[in-house]
Structure formats: structure tokens, C-alpha cells
């Protein structure tokens, strides 16, 4: 029944916005066409199209193609794309016409320089506010962690972005958990996005083309997150020769292929990453027996198939799988995420388009000990996504793009499910409750050019929520005591949240040189990590929204001031923004997470808010190019029954923020590169009295003094060093080493603060525990 | 490091030996003494109260938080203290050379299956001239009965378990495991302690699965031929259970990957007080050591 009615809904909110936008048009004409790489004849998502005498224009979409209106009579076209050369083209409008640009490469370098995604000005005109786009090739210009470029490190350094903790992966978006972030991999939710204890991300740079990250101002087609979305790409294959790339580098040995497998019109993307860990472990085990008999690895395999029926019709299927394993002699760990989806996407005409996609994501973790005969387990938890996603896209005219669609998700989390090993172990097979649940969304949005300065955004999703049976679900008093528990059979639909989730924008341009931005969106979040962690743990347990925990729902408004100068060289902004949060979540005092059938009594809900100003000035000249940005904000949470009811600071809560990017080319083949991050630090508890008991030192803290201090502030500067060995005339390979530092000036930033107590002296002090002093690396990479 | 069959624990322990091998690889991580000023001095009284079915002198120790600026110890004197179950009362007598830890006038043993009630009064923690009284209710488990218990020698860990063999009893039990050498407890530290819950094996055979590990590096628990070992398994309740764990989780200290926030250890106590009122029975099983070769 469900289906039927959204169905239906889906198709009168098309009509209902379809009805509404339409307008009188001028007398015009459609030309619509496609942009394409010269040598390779892939397909450019992203390239911008710049009518000079309008002083406007368009971008291709995810389809590759663009849709001008243009009057009768002759006109001067710029197309241009990251890493590609701008090209000027004059087209002749008599009537509707279809167009293929072909653009050509700026080097064959591993590395291209420029750091302008988009058109100059693009910035300025933008129907988004509050999003950051990045290509593969900028992330690569930026010194990486260990030499590893890693394009969740490389969004740690945008304004309202923070990492978890140093080193880590994970990250918070203007003050918001790590859980509310949705990752995707072309269109499939990861559930945790790294590798060796969060350290490094899944995401293989060798196989990514581009990121874009949702700060606020989701766009309307995606929910499901309160806080952000990224939304990662992986490369097309080229249509026209197989090419590779790859490297060897201080953490992994990477390599990459595409091309075609069917003249141009079928193509492959080829990927691989694993861990040089035995380096180590050989290196290490003269120095230390600890990692004798200890086995360790990571890996990532990313594949796309490309596949163009005909000129309406493009099939693509991608696939990544990565796992970690650490294995010794009595146990053993690994985790893991596998990510696939396939789309279909059909252009109906020139002005309608639409994508259907099918989706599967796991992700899954298992441990196994054996000490003796008695004590032999293996345990086993997972999550599992499938799902399904319509995507329509109606150019209506010259003023008015429509997208509608509907999603669905049928998520299973599998907490754990513990088995003996042997006929000898003592252990029952024991089993957490699964969790199934079905998550709807449908949704309809409208981009409306009202006049030249003034463009409206304005859509709304509607989201359902359904708990599925089998489950057991147990009742609390209000003390968060289990009462009883309630089982539901098969198919039972038990617990059911929806909602309406509004999102508008409006951007005025003052002038050619300026524009302001605000936008307004609702946000809701049916599935939660529970954690204990700040940073993150491959242990960490995603639970459903049922009887017991409440959807968490986000407001989130902005306002954002952007002006470009010199020649668009520099690009300023401004953003403040203010989020209100509801049914945020934290946990009791030790509460305990795993292996707990009544793991919501340990839930603790309340309201957060979150407010801030970012400023970010980028700039962009033929050998400099990087930002300045800074960040004040503040993030509170209210939650009755913790910290003795007073409201505290978020656990992200960094109200002084500074990043510094900058890459410089000495000449074509050394280029330099800079980061310098600062930030205020970690909110923390310290104590107020303490007392020895069993023998041990305890510490006491006193109700409301939850990160009440914080750590010392964080700064850190990287440094790279790029030697790029272009490909000589008639040759291929092309070659590269990088040299990278990491907090090149050492600074023993904190990732924790204990106080302990000295064993000869019984005082009792600060100790401060800090990962990293400063770490070079060095990469080798090749292309060809 | 202990491997031992407290499920949650192993998966812990993994986790520590992975972050600690990677940070090994990498040779980074390490810690350096800091200024930082803790919070103002609050004063709080900690209960300590030991109730177990071992017929002896019961003790309940009393004292104050302690100041980072003067550490010297506080102890709480001239308490009224007293145990009661049903119509039986029972006082506890503050020893003049101990100030602050009360014994019970008579040696006596907790009967499993009885609630005791300690009570605690005559103590003005903030000096406002008003008594505070202190209260907590315990229920006393069932002892668990041991077949045997064994030792194995691990020669690569060089450490000793402790191998028990015993039927769990159907109901919910939580179980702390101590180790004695030569009728000495050398597992008597917290971070020592090894707890669990029998949510993984409950009216399992133990089948001689590890309890605890005797290391050869502490001179107290290097074992020769003769030594006599002895498992102490305790049958304790959730509250204690709770304690022990949260006191272990705020000893092993805090960092962004483990442990949550720190808070103050949790508590069976009335009145906002810190502490435990650990009623438990005591079960005892030895063996001895004969043919080891190291």
C-alpha cells in the first residue's frame, strides 16, 4: 500500500512543480550538448559553460550533458573544467541544436595546479550555499598524512570542519556528532569510512575523481543525516586508451586502470590499495617482541563499469570492498565495508532526464579468540543496506529546474551474534537483537531564476520511517529500567516516524563581483551510532530509532556574504550560520555499549545548538594558489539528565579555528605546498578532589563540570615537496616523487589529558599524551 | 595484558593490542607531564563497605575526598555505622588505632539470600551543623560451588592461569575472580580484578576456562613446584559489578578513542555519596604446582 501512495506522491509533486514553475518563455531555442576530455573522450560532470555575452551560463550535470536557452544570433562561449585549458567557442543559434565541446588537458602531469573547480565566478552564482567542492587533483596538492593523500583529511581543513581527533578520520561538521555525517560512495552510505583504527580513510585517491561536502543546505534529494553530506565520486573509465596510475608510498602500494572495453562506449575502472604493513612488522621485531606472530593488513578494491546503450541511455556499476584484519596467535580482528550500486540513467528529451539506482552497503566486523579449548568464540555484527533511488531532473526552461524522486533503504543492523568455537568453549551462542527498519524518502525541489540577480531554491522532502519486525524492543520506567519487552513477528510494522524536511535558498547577486546568500533547511537523522568514543572505534554499534530513542531533527539557517576580487583571483566569503538541534543524543555515565540487549536505557536525550561564522578567502594565481579561513563558533548541548541537568559543551566544540592552505609551483617540475591549522582546545574534565580505593587512585568531579576547561590549543604545519617528471615527447609515463612533513615543527599537541599519580612520590599531576611528533614520508607515483 | 573469558574484555584487549602495534610501527605516542589546574577542591565522603559470607570482623572504611593541594589523607571519625537484615542489628565499632575504619563488634557471616541494609549517621560532611545520613541496600548471592580448579603454564606470555571448573547456576550472576599464592592475595588491586557476567555461558560447565593470570614478571605471582594457588571466585551483584567496572574504566584513564567522559565511579550509596557497600559470597578452590618447567 505504502508503494502505491508514493507513487502517487511522487507524481503529483512532479506535476504540482512542473504546473507551478512553467512560465512564458521568450522566443529561444534549446541547444543542448555534452563536454568531453580530447584524448579520451570521457565524459567531464562539472564543466562549466560561460556565455560572454550574457555574462552567464551553466555547468554539465551528473549526466554530462548541459541545457542552454538561447536567442536567434551568434554567441561567444567559454568552456572550462579543473586541470583542463578554458576553450573559446562561437556557436550560431538559427534553432534547436545539439553540441559537443572537446577540451583539451593543461600537462600530462601526475599533478595539474589549478585549484578553480569551476568557472571564475561560479562561487558568486551558485544556487548552493554552505558546500565545498573539491577535485582529486587539489586534495593532491595539500601534504599529506604520512604521505598518504586522504580526501577526509583534506576536508578537515575546510571552515566548520574538524577532525575527531587528531590523526582520526572521522569528523564533526559545525558542532554536530560524527554520526550525522552521510558518507557516500557513488550514491552508497558507508557506515565507517577507514582503515587501521580510523587513522586513514577507505577512499583510494587513485580511483576518486571528486568530493562534494554539504555543510548545511542538503540538497533535498538526500536525507537521512542532520549534519552534513559528503559525497564522494569514483573516476569514469576513459573511452579511448587504458591508462594507469599508481604509487608506492610510506602506508600503501596503489595502482589504478581504466579505459575501454568496447570501443568507447563500454569502460572499466580498475583500482587497488593495501597496506605495507609487514615494512614495519619486519623492521619492528628486532627492536620488540611485541609484534612477534602478529599478521596485518589493509586493503581497498574500487571497479566501475561505464556502459552507453545509446544516446539515451548509460548504464554504470560500481563496486568498492575494503577490509582491515589484525591477526595473532589467540586472536583475531577485522572490519570492513563493501559498497556497490547500479544506475541506470535515460534522457527522456533534452529537458528530462532521470537516474534509477540500486544500492547495497555492508559493513560488518568480527572478532575470534582462542585461548584454550574453553574460552574458543567468534563474533560477528554487521549493518546492511539495500536499497533503491529515483532520480528525475526536468529542465524546464531557461528559469526553472525541477528534480523530484523517491528513495528507499531497508537498513538491518546486526548488532552481534557471538557462537563458541569447539565443542570444548563454554560459551552459548548468544545473540543481540537485530534491528530492521525501512526508510522512505520523497522529495521535489525547484531552482527558479526569477530575475537576473535574484534565484530562488525551494523544495521539501518527506520522510518515513518504519520499524520492522522480527525485533524485541524492552519498555523503561523512568529510570531507565527495563520493565518488559515486547516481541514483534515477522513483517510487523511497529513503530513508524515521518515528517516533512523543508529546505530554501535565495541568492542575490549584488553585482558582478558580489552576491549574498541564506538558506533554510530541516534536517532528520532515524539512525544513531552509539559511542562511547570521540573519535571513533570499528566497534562502534549503529542503532535504529524505535519506541525508546526519537528521530534526532535539525534547523539549520544561513546567511553568507560572497565577494571575488581582482579578476576573480580572490575569492572571499562569509557564512554565519545557527543550528538548532533536537533529540540529540548522549549516554549515561559508563554506559555500556556492547553486548547489551537494553542498550536504549543507556540512551540520554536532549536538545544541542550550534552556532558560527566562517571566513574563507581563497585565491587562486598561475604559480600560488590556496585559502585563508577562519571559523568562530559554539556548540552546546542541554541533555536533563547529564552533567546534573547544566548545559555543557559540546565534545566539538572549538570556538577559534584557523587553516591555512597554500601550494606554490617554483617551476614544471618542483612545486611546494603548506598547511598551518590551529584550533582552541578540546573541551575536557578535570577533577575536584580524588581518593585512593582498592589500592588505586580514583578521581572525583563535580556535577555540572563537564568540559568545563579544555586542552591546550591545537597547531600543527605540514609541509610537501612535489618533483614531477612530466612525460617526454612520445613517451607515457610520467612521474612524480612527493616529500611530506608532518607537524614539521613538532608541536606535542595533545590527544589526551589524564591525571596520574607519580608511583615513588604519590604526587599526583597532568600527564599529557600526544601521537605525533613529526613524521616525514615520502611517495612515489607514476602515470602512464 | 590478560586474555580472559570475559568476552567484552577480549574485544578490548584486541583493540589495545592493535592501536598499541600500529603506534609501535610508527614510533609516536607519548606522554609528558602538563600544567593544568583542576577544578576546586569539593569535599565528599567515600563508603567502603565489605559485607561477605567469611565468618570474621565485617569493615566499613569511611573517608573524605581529598584536596590536590593537601593531599593528606581525611578520614571520617566518630560515625555511627550498623548493619542490619530483617530483625537483626548489627554495629560497627571505629578502632581507636584505625581511625575511620569500622569493624563490626562481632565477627559474623553474611547469609546468602539475605538483604543487609547499611546506615551510617552522626556524619556532617559540609560542617552546616545538620547530620547526613548515608544508606544502601545489598542482596547476598548464592556461592558458587567449584569442582577444581588447574594452572597452565604459558610459557610465550610467561604467565600462569587459573582454569576453573565449576556449573554456572541458571540465574543471572556476576562473578569477580581473584588469585591467592600461598594464602596471599596477589590479585588485589581494581585494575587486577577480573569481572564478568554469565550473559555469554549462563548453566554452562566452566570446563576449565581461564579466571586469572598469574604473571612471572611480579615477584608476588612468580609460582615454583609447591606453591599452593588458590581461584577465589566471589558471586557478587550487579551493584558491585557496576563498580567495578566503572572504577576500572576511570583508572585506565581517558582518550578519544576509549572510554566515553569521565564521571565518578558508580556508586550504591544514598545521599550523592562516593563508594560501595560490596556484599558477596566467597568461594575457594586450590591446587598446587608440581612439575613446572620454565
Redesign the interface.
Known amino acids: 500500500m505504502i508503494y502505491k501512495k508514493i507513487y502517487l506522491l511522487v507524481f503529483l509533486l512532479g506535476v504540482v512543480l512542473i504546473s507551478q514553475a512553467r512560465s512564458e518563455k521568450n522566443e529561444t531555442y534549446e541547444i543542448r550538448g555534452r563536454v568531453y576530455d580530447k584524448d579520451t573522450k570521457e565524459m567531464l560532470i562539472g564543466a562549466t559553460i560561460y556565455i560572454e555575452e550574457f555574462r552567464t551560463g551553466t555547468a554539465t550535470d551528473g549526466y554530462g550533458s548541459f541545457l542552454l536557452h538561447l536567442p536567434r544570433g551568434k554567441f561567444h562561449l567559454q568552456i572550462s573544467y579543473i586541470g583542463y585549458k578554458t576553450q573559446k567557442e562561437v556557436i550560431e543559434v538559427i534553432g534547436k541544436q545539439d553540441v559537443a565541446f572537446y577540451i583539451e588537458r593543461e600537462s600530462q602531469k601526475i599533478q595539474d595546479v589549478t585549484i578553480t573547480a569551476e568557472r571564475s565566478d561560479e562561487n558568486l552564482k551558485r544556487t548552493e550555499m554552505s558546500v565545498e567542492k573539491m577535485k582529486i587533483q587539489q586534495i593532491r596538492q595539500i601534504p599529506a598524512f ?1 604521505g598518504e593523500v586522504d580526501i577526509i583529511k583534506a576536508i578537515q581543513l575546510l571552515p566548520g570542519v574538524q577532525p ?3 590523526g ?1 578520520s572521522g569528523f564533526s561538521v559545525r558542532g554536530g556528532n560524527m554520526d550525522q555525517n552521510l558518507i557516500l560512495i557513488d550514491e552508497v552510505p558507508l557506515y565507517n569510512a577507514s582503515h ?4 586513514f580513510s577507505v577512499f583510494n585517491n587513485d580511483a576518486i575523481k571528486e568530493l562534494e561536502l554539504y555543510k548545511g543546505d542538503i540538497p533535498v534529494a538526500y536525507g537521512g543525516r542532520i549534519s552534513s553530506l559528503l559525497n564522494v565520486k569514483v573516476k569514469e573509465g576513459n573511452g579511448t586508451r587504458w591508462q594507469g596510475s599508481g604509487g608506492i608510498g610510506t602506508i600503501s602500494t596503489r595502482f589504478a586502470m581504466d579505459g575501454p572495453i568496447n570501443g568507447d562506449t563500454t569502460t572499466l575502472l580498475l583500482a587497488g590499495r593495501i597496506f605495507n ?1 609487514q615494512l ?2 619486519l623492521a ?1 621485531q628486532t627492536q ?1 617482541d ?2 612477534n606472530g ?1 599478521n ?1 593488513f589493509f586493503y581497498d578494491i574500487n571497479a566501475k563499469l561505464n556502459h552507453r546503450i545509446d544516446k539515451q541511455n548509460t548504464l554504470s556499476i560500481n563496486f568498492y570492498n575494503g577490509w582491515d584484519a ?1 591477526n ?4 583475531k ?1 577485522g572490519y570492513g565495508n563493501t559498497a556497490g550500486s547500479v544506475s541506470w540513467m535515460h534522457s527522456y528529451s533534452s529537458d528530462v532526464a532521470t537516474k534509477f539506482t540500486l544500492l547495497y552497503g555492508r559493513y560488518g566486523y568480527r ?1 575470534s ?1 582462542s ?5 574458543g ?1 567468534v ?1 560477528n555484527s554487521n549493518i546492511n543496506d539495500y536499497g533503491f533511488r529515483l532520480d528525475n531532473t526536468v529542465l524546464l526552461d531557461s528559469e526553472n529546474t525541477i528534480k523530484f524522486g523517491f528513495s528507499s533503504t531497508y537498513h538491518r543492523f546486526y548488532p552481534g551474534l ?1 557462537e563458541p568455537i569447539g565443542s ?5 551462542e ?1 545473540e543481540l537483537f537485530p534491528n530492521l527498519a525501512v526508510e522512505w524518502g520523497i522529495y521535489g525541489s525547484n531552482v527558479q531564476q526569477v530575475s537576473e540577480r535574484l534565484t530562488l531554491k525551494y523544495g521539501i522532502r518527506f520522510s518515513i520511517f518504519q520499524n520492522v519486525g522480527p525485533g524485541t524492543v524492552y519498555n523503561f520506567d523512568t529510570n531507565h529500567e527495563a520493565t518488559d519487552s515486547v516481541t514483534y513477528s515477522r513483517g510487523d510494522v511497529y513503530n513508524v516516524y515521518q515528517g516533512l524536511e523543508p529546505r530554501i535558498g535565495v541568492i542575490y547577486q549584488l553585482n558582478e563581483a558580489s552576491s549574498v546568500k541564506a538558506s533554510y533547511s530541516r534536517t532528520r537523522q532515524y539512525i544513531h551510532m552509539a559511542s ?8 562502534d554499534i549503529w542503532v535504529a530509532s524505535n519506541q525508546n530513542i526519537k528521530p534526532q531533527i535539525a534547523d539549520q539557517a544561513a546567511l553568507g556574504y560572497f565577494r571575488n576580487f581582482w579578476f576573480n583571483q580572490f575569492e572571499g566569503s562569509v557564512e554565519l550560520y545557527y543550528k538548532e538541534m533536537h533529540n540529540t543524543i548522549d ?1 549515561k ?4 555499549l ?2 547489551n540487549r537494553k542498550i536504549d536505557g543507556e540512551f540520554r536525550i536532549g536538545d544541542s545548538w550550534a552556532a558560527g561564522a566562517e571566513f574563507q578567502l581563497k585565491y587562486n594565481f598561475e604559480r600560488l594558489n590556496g585559502w585563508v579561513s577562519y571559523t568562530l563558533s559554539k556548540s552546546r548541548r542541554d541533555i536533563p539528565e547529564v552533567n546534573a541537568g547544566v548545559v555543557y559543551n559540546s ?1 566539538y566544540d572549538k570556538p577559534n579555528n584557523v587553516g591555512i592552505v597554500a601550494n606554490y609551483k617554483l617551476n614544471d617540475k618542483w612545486s611546494l605546498s603548506g598547511i598551518w591549522v590551529f584550533a582552541s582546545g ?1 573541551p575536557m ?7 585512593v ?10 556535577d555540572g ?5 579544555r586542552m ?1 590549543d591545537y597547531h600543527r604545519l605540514d609541509l610537501g615537496l612535489t618533483y614531477s617528471m612530466p612525460a617526454k615527447p612520445g613517451k607515457r609515463w610520467a612521474q612524480e616523487l612527493n616529500f611530506s612533513l608532518y607537524n614539521a615543527y613538532g608541536r ?1 599537541n ?7 599519580r607519580d608511583e615513588e612520590t ?1 604526587r ?10 613529526f ?1 616525514p614520508a615520502i611517495t612515489y607515483n607514476i602515470k602512464f | 595484558m590478560k586474555w580472559l573469558f570475559n568476552i567484552f574484555r577480549i574485544q578490548q584487549q584486541v583493540i589495545f593490542r592493535m592501536m598499541a602495534v600500529f603506534l609501535l610501527l610508527l614510533m609516536i605516542s607519548c606522554t609528558e607531564e602538563m600544567e593544568l589546574e583542576p577544578a576546586a577542591y569539593v569535599k565528599n565522603i567515600i563508603i567502603d563497605a565489605t559485607l561477605t559470607n567469611e565468618n570474621q570482623y565485617q569493615l566499613v572504611r569511611l573517608f573524605y575526598t581529598q584536596s590536590f593541594t593537601d593531599d593528606s589523607s581525611k578520614m571520617v571519625e566518630a560515625a555511627m555505622v550498623t548493619v542490619t537484615s530483617g530483625d537483626s542489628v548489627v554495629r560497627f565499632i571505629e578502632r581507636d588505632t584505625f581511625p575511620g575504619y569500622y569493624f563490626s563488634e562481632i565477627p559474623f557471616a553474611g547469609e546468602p539470600g539475605k538483604t543487609y541494609h547499611l546506615l551510617i549517621t552522626n556524619v556532617d560532611i559540609n560542617v552546616d551543623g545538620e547530620w547526613d545520613v548515608f544508606e544502601a541496600s545489598a542482596t547476598m548471592a548464592s556461592a558458587l560451588e567449584m569442582d577444581s580448579v588447574t594452572y597452565t603454564y604459558i610459557p610465550q606470555w610467561k604467565a600462569t592461569s587459573l582454569n576453573c571448573y565449576a556449573w554456572d547456576p541458571q540465574e543471572r550472576n556476576y562473578y569477580n575472580f581473584i588469585a591467592w599464592v600461598n594464602g596471599v592475595m596477589v590479585t588485589d588491586s581494581l585494575f587486577e580484578y577480573n569481572v564478568t557476567n554469565d550473559d555469554q555461558f549462563n548453566g554452562n560447565y566452566t570446563n576449565g576456562v581461564t579466571c586469572q593470570f598469574l604473571q612471572d614478571e611480579k615477584e608476588y605471582e612468580h609460582i615454583e613446584n609447591g606453591d599452593t594457588l588458590t581461584l577465589e571466585i566471589d558471586n557478587i551483584d550487579l551493584a558491585y559489578f557496576n563498580y567495578i567496572n566503572s572504577a576500572q574504566k576511570e583508572y585506565n584513564g581517558y582518550n578519544p578513542m576509549f572510554g566515553g567522559l569521565p564521571a565518578n565511579v558508580s556508586s550504591n550509596i544514598s545521599n550523592n555519596a562516593i563508594g560501595i557497600f560490596r556484599v558477596y559470597t566467597v568461594s575457594k578452590k586450590s591446587c598446587v604446582v608440581k612439575g613446572l618447567v620454565r
Open positions: 604520512m575527531a581527533a587528531e582520526t587501521f583504527m580510523g587513522f604493513a614495519y612488522l619492528m620488540t611485541q609484534v602478529v596485518l589484525f595473532q596467535s589467540v586472536a580482528f572478532t579468540a585461548f584454550n579449548d574453553a574460552s568464540f563474533w557471538i570444548e568453549s563454554i560459551f552459548s548468544y562511547n568514543s570521540s573519535g571513533g572505534t570499528p566497534f549516554f555515565d559508563h554506559a555500556e556492547f553486548l565534545p578540546t574534565t578535570v577533577p575536584a578532589g580524588f581518593y580505593q582498592d589500592n588505586v587512585l580514583q578521581l572525583y568531579y563535580k563540570d563537564r568540559n568545563k576547561v591546550p606535542h595533545a590527544w589526551s589529558i589524564n591525571f596520574v604519590n599526583i599531576y597532568a600527564e599529557k599524551t600526544y601521537l605525533f611528533s613524521i
